[in-house]
């Protein structure tokens, strides 16, 4: 009898058997589904369309397909291993990792002293049961994971299925290598599958399923015939178990071929891939023959190779079965077609099963979307993304360093030299402010064309690529900014600047950020810290640049009739365009752009209608942040479990676990805020900016001065931004970087108009 016909003859066995006995009807009832989660880590979509994976790739015209963020655990490890990923996809929620935690182990299993059985109970102090696999190092993982701002429960994702009634399997293993001289255990797939005691209740990890091989890598490989047996009696045993089900099945070859590539040469580690390939698509064959109806498999990546320069990309990933009938795959977690996050595994296994998602996950249930076009098209505008992604990444670091580090620069040199260049107008002093002056203008021009480089090329293949057309975009920027700075004014140029890059990148979000999938001034995809909506990056460039555009061009219009009307109804009208697009759940649900974004911006109108701030106006612009809160609370709480952003599964958090999760979201806020002022580069460009405002009240008081009073309206938008910059510091979790750019558009246009004032005693240019 095949092995298809027999699993069949084995699933109705229980049938027949509850026929005869009373009182199980129940049991008569169709088998509830079952998953099956194929880790395929280190394969690309270029492997699966190679020609060495054929069923996988026939699978793809049916099946929904999408690119998978590997890295939610980023904070952890830059790169983490495939096991760290599968805890991670255990837990839905960001998992620390014990890299010298023992791996999983077949209890019955001997071990140096005693059964991994007894090692388990003197490990957890519990009998591990019928379980046929334990997780060893799940102590040191716990352990990893105590921190207070940690909800991260390890294995939450069986224990899930196993509170259902139902159970968990894990067959494979990844095994290979050595590490301090003893060999390399790997067991991905029982760290994935375990429940919140480390347990797993069916499959086999031991290496009685691999075989020696001469030409594998370390001389072994997966053994396709015993990995097949253990995979049918697994299942057989999870259908005769009842209740819903989860296998994962690791085909093992592909990361022992990735960990042997620095001990191969280019062309031996080429058709190691390449068998590692055809081992993955031979395990899929196995999966999908073994696949009870009405069953899903997901193939997903738990690991992605990272190149010599810029980050790794994303992980296929490819699910059939249970409504998965073609298109790309879609998340709420992500909003974006053909992206998920490898958070959203366990939602995505637990929504397939029809068993509620534990409030710890963060992760939500991917869906199909786009059905209808062709697998080839599919498969080419995902591998399109994820190029587009690395591009962007690798360039980015470069971009943004270089732009901190000029700024820098040039506000210390401005510093120093400002006196001196007003003595020396006539001569050098002209000149050089002439010269800073554009360059402030070429900087303040990069945020925008980081965004509108997408208009002309929406996807970028290559890192060279993506460093031409920002610097093309950018010097077509500059250059018509600087032709209306030629023709109306300095002040005029810089509210063009600043009002067109908060324009732009609202316009760009109520279209449904096309031109938002990664930036240079933006959340990376790659990073998963964000995936769409306006960022904390990009919340503070358009604030910085409606506040700096709104005051100039005020001070532009001067005593013109329309400026009246402007001063009392343009703050409220651009405050509330931005916070809407900011912080609405079906936009980008940045919700703390709500706080400091109605600071800022009720700031700007109560000056600028010549009012002062009161504890009436305090608790006015409080009562518009709760109301606002409220009703996208509202709205998102409506949504679904499966539609809700964050600030929904806020909300149900506290609903479920009390204040205390709550607590918890506020705790996890304050501790990133705290190791993004130690990390990031931002927080130079703050400081300098800082000490350069501190300096020209101290020091230069003239042209400091004389500005200001000269530009009243825009002397506002500064003690907005200022107020501003502070709720933001202390409501986001990126911290210093929200005031670092909200300022850099306030700071840079002070010193432009500052400069432009010392260059027009020449006569030469209008301030």
Not at 141 to 158: C, F, M, Q
Not at 383 to 398: G, Q, Y
Request: net charge neutral; aromatic share 6%.
């Amino acid at each position: 009898m095949n092995r298809p016909r027999r699993l069949a003859a084995l699933a109705i066995l229980p049938l027949l058997l509850a026929s005869l006995l009373p009182g199980t009807a129940r049991a008569a009832e169709a088998p509830s589904r079952q998953v099956v989660v194929l880790l395929a880590p280190y394969v690309t979509w270029e492997d699966i369309t190679s020609g060495a994976m054929p069923v996988t790739e026939k699978l793809l015209e049916t099946a929904t397909v999408g690119n998978a963020n590997i890295r939610s655990s980023n904070r952890f490890a830059s790169s983490p291993s495939q096991t760290h990923v599968a805890l991670t996809m255990s837990a839905g929620s960001p998992a620390a990792y014990d890299t010298s935690a023992p791996s999983a182990h077949d209890l019955t299993q001997r071990l140096a002293v005693g059964t991994a059985g007894e090692a388990y109970r003197r490990s957890m102090g519990i009998e591990p049961g019928d379980a046929a696999v334990g997780y060893l190092g799940l102590p040191r993982v716990l352990r990893a994971n105590t921190s207070e701002t940690l909800a991260t429960v390890p294995g939450a994702l069986g224990q899930a299925i196993v509170a259902a009634g139902g159970a968990t399997a894990a067959v494979g293993n990844s095994d290979g290598g050595y590490a301090e001289g003893d060999v390399h255990r790997s067991r991905p797939a029982g760290v994935l599958a375990m429940d919140a005691s480390g347990l797993v209740r069916f499959g086999d990890v031991s290496t009685n399923l691999l075989s020696e091989s001469e030409d594998s890598p370390y001389g072994i490989a997966t053994d396709i015939t015993a990995l097949d047996e253990a995979y049918t009696d697994a299942m057989t045993r999870l259908v005769l178990h009842g209740g819903p089900g989860m296998l994962v099945l690791d085909p093992g070859d592909p990361e022992r071929m990735f960990n042997f590539t620095a001990d191969a040469s280019p062309q031996a580690a080429k058709e190691h891939r390449r068998a590692a390939a055809r081992t993955v698509d031979q395990a899929v064959a196995m999966a999908l023959a073994g696949l009870p109806e009405g069953g899903v498999l997901m193939i997903v990546s738990t690991a992605q190779a990272r190149p010599a320069a810029g980050p790794s990309g994303f992980g296929p990933v490819v699910i059939t079965g249970g409504g998965f009938d073609g298109g790309l795959v879609s998340s709420s977690s992500t909003q974006r077609e053909g992206l998920m996050t490898d958070l959203d595994v366990a939602a995505t296994v637990l929504a397939a099963l029809g068993v509620d998602r534990p409030v710890e996950m963060l992760g939500n249930p991917a869906r199909a979307a786009r059905q209808g076009e062709p697998g080839d098209d599919r498969v080419t505008y995902l591998t399109e993304a994820n190029a587009t992604a690395v591009a962007v990444d690798t360039v980015r670091p470069a971009v943004q360093n270089s732009y901190i580090t000029v700024t820098v620069m040039i506000l210390l040199a401005c510093a120093a030299l400002l006196r001196p260049m007003q003595r020396a107008i006539g001569t050098w002093g002209g000149r050089v402010a002439r010269l800073f002056a554009h360059l402030i203008l070429f900087l303040l021009s990069m945020p925008v064309s980081a965004t509108l480089m997408y208009v002309f090329s929406p996807r970028p293949q290559t890192a060279a690529g993506v460093a031409a057309v920002f610097l093309a975009t950018t010097v077509g920027v500059y250059a018509l900014t600087a032709a209306v700075g030629g023709r109306w004014g300095a002040r005029a140029a810089l509210a063009v600047i600043g009002l067109s890059t908060a324009g732009v990148l609202l316009v760009d979000q109520l279209a449904g950020a096309p031109l938002s999938f990664s930036g240079m001034f933006s959340y990376s995809p790659l990073l998963g810290a964000r995936y769409y909506g306006l960022g904390n990056e990009g919340a503070s460039i358009v604030v910085g640049g409606a506040l700096a555009g709104l005051g100039l061009l005020l001070d532009t219009l001067g005593e013109r009739s329309v400026a009246g009307p402007l001063r009392r109804v343009g703050p409220v009208l651009l405050g509330a365009f931005v916070v809407v697009a900011a912080a609405a759940p079906w936009f980008g649900a940045n919700i703390g752009v709500i706080a400091w974004g109605t600071v800022a911006f009720g700031i700007l109108w109560i000056h600028l209608n010549g009012r002062r701030i009161t504890w009436l106006a305090v608790g006015a612009m409080l009562g518009v942040i709760l109301l606002v809160v409220a009703g996208f609370s509202a709205y998102d709480l409506a949504s679904g479990s499966g539609e809700q952003t964050h600030l929904g599964r806020a909300w149900e958090s506290a609903s479920s676990g009390g204040i205390g999760e709550l607590w918890l979201l506020v705790a996890r806020k304050a501790e990133t805020n705290w190791r993004v002022l130690r990390a990031t580069n931002w927080s130079i460009l703050m400081i300098a900016i800082l000490a350069f405002l501190g300096f020209m009240r101290w020091r230069p008081h003239g042209v400091f001065a004389d500005t200001l009073k000269a530009y009243p309206s825009f002397a506002v938008a500064m003690t907005a931004a200022l107020w501003g910059s502070v709720a933001g510091y202390f409501t986001e979790d990126s911290g210093i970087v929200i005031p670092a750019l909200v300022m850099l558009y306030i700071t840079g246009s002070l010193l432009h108009v500052m400069l432009a004032r010392i260059r027009s005693a020449e006569g030469r240019v209008k301030a």
